[in-house]
């Protein structure tokens, strides 16, 4: 048990990089630039959100999983801008 907890903590920590990725957008008013972890976080939250207010049938952990990762290759490519 206790290696398997270490790998997970291990995998965790990696995902600690997207706060160091800037992204191009702004947070509110202008501060500062968001990161991605911010932008990931948010992301969820407004799934959730969105999700729990829709007559649609979602699978919810499935949306928040997606929401979650859609950004972890950002780690390696950093943020990229259309």
């Known amino acids: 048990m206790t290696k398997k907890v270490t790998q997970i903590s291990e995998f965790l920590l990696q ?3 997207l706060k160091s990725v800037n992204r191009k957008t702004y947070i509110n ?3 500062r630039v968001e990161n991605s972890a911010e932008h990931s976080w948010h992301l969820a939250m407004a799934c ?3 999700a729990e207010q829709s007559q649609e049938d ?3 952990l499935k949306l928040l999983k997606l929401a979650l990762v859609h950004d972890l290759g950002e780690i390696g490519a950093g943020d ?3």
């Open 80 to 82: 990229t801008f259309l």
């Open 48 to 50: 959730w959100a969105f």
């Open 58 to 60: 979602f699978d919810l």
């Open 15 to 17: 995902f600690d990089a």
């Open 29 to 31: 008013g202008g501060e």
